[in-house]
């Protein structure tokens, strides 16, 4: 996907259940704005088709307030959605081109880790807790992300490799990455979801006057 002067955000995404041939109570919603590109998983909680319903509840909204750029405020939009469900965890960051940035807000046990090709890490911090229509507290951080940066983002079926960071930051597609995680990953009993996206520095190409 083009994001600006030749650079692309790519993203692939790895999302399995706990039962084979059953629905996943993990969902997630990744779309690229004009500005930014938002990524979000959510976790219902327990298993099975009410876990389902909660975390597909979340990611509906979270799908029809695209236009909404602060992943807090797309907390609080799915927040009211899930009155009366068993609730739901979710992540939702939002890589902003314009400023350089990335935006973390997430409740429960979502992790999220942005990394720069000098291996720097930073951690964004969800608070404990889940969604389920009452009022709750969380906070949204924002820390620097540039081209050539990777960010991870997963649920708690997900145990990163001990040497992830070296996998995440050799050349490859996000998609050879995610597929060399999975290889590597120990398997937990739980669904599953992980979201590997990179801001591709791509080399200006020549130009002759
Ligand atoms: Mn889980």
Redesign the pocket.
């Given at each position: 996907m083009k994001v600006e002067n030749g650079n692309t955000f790519t993203y692939s995404i790895h999302n399995t259940s706990k039962k084979p041939n059953t629905l996943s109570?993990?969902c997630y919603f990744a779309r690229q704005h004009e500005n930014y590109m938002l990524l979000s998983i959510a976790?219902g909680l327990g298993s099975g088709p009410a876990a389902r319903f909660a975390a597909e509840k979340t990611v509906k909204e979270i799908e029809a307030n695209f236009d909404v750029d602060s992943p807090l405020q797309l907390l609080e939009l799915s927040n009211r959605t899930l009155q009366g469900s068993r609730g739901s965890v979710v992540g939702i960051a939002c890589i902003d081109w314009r400023s350089c940035s990335c935006k973390y807000a997430g409740i429960g046990?979502i992790t999220c880790i942005s990394i720069t090709p000098q291996r720097k890490k930073q951690y964004y911090l969800s608070v404990p807790g889940y969604l389920n229509g009452r009022s709750f507290h969380a906070i949204e951080r924002s820390f620097p992300f540039h081209p050539g940066d990777t960010i991870v983002l997963y649920?708690?079926?997900i145990q990163l490799p001990d040497n992830w960071e070296y996998i995440v930051t050799e050349p490859g597609s996000t998609q050879q990455v995610l597929q060399r995680i999975i290889h590597q990953m120990e398997t937990i009993n739980?669904?599953?979801t992980l979201i590997i996206g990179k801001w591709d520095q791509t080399s200006p190409s020549s130009t002759s006057f």
């Open positions: 109570g993990d976790d046990n649920s708690d079926g739980d669904d599953a």
